[in-house]
């Protein structure tokens, strides 16, 4: 089982930045992973928001992210981050992230580990 941490969240203006950090400890660290960014806004099912591939450094990214975020890691002290830009309003909720062995996919379901969440609040 892999545990991980989120950091970093935190209130912010629109149009301003943060970047979310992922503390990942655990098991062999992270031959054939997935290790993901979701979020959860009040009353609103969990959302994809980017993953990437720990071995590779493959990216994915949802639609809505439309270049504003970026995924990244840190293989060497078993990092994961997340930098975000251009905030809005809507991106406020509280952003997670998760692990999964195998393929990649979008779909929380398929996310086996996860962390505590951390929130990100977007003023107007």
């Known amino acids: 089982q892999v545990q991980l941490a989120e950091s970093g969240g935190g209130l912010v203006q629109a149009g301003g930045s943060l970047r979310l950090s992922c503390a990942a400890s655990?098991?062999?660290?992270?031959?054939?992973?997935?290790i993901g960014w979701f979020r959860q806004a009040p009353g609103k099912e969990r959302e994809f928001v980017a993953a990437?591939?720990?071995?590779?450094?493959?990216?994915y990214y949802a639609d809505f992210t439309k270049g504003r975020f970026i995924i990244s890691k840190d293989n060497a002290n078993n990092m994961l981050y997340l930098q975000m830009n251009k905030l809005k309003p809507e991106d406020t909720a509280v952003y997670y992230c998760?692990?999964?062995?195998?393929?990649?996919?979008?779909?929380?379901?398929?996310?086996?580990?996860w962390g505590q969440g951390t929130q990100v609040t977007v003023s107007s």
């Open positions: 990437i591939r720990w071995n590779g450094g493959n990216t």
């Open positions: 655990g098991r062999t660290l992270f031959s054939g992973y997935i």
């Open positions: 998760a692990a999964r062995q195998g393929s990649y996919s979008s779909s929380s379901n398929d996310y086996r580990d």
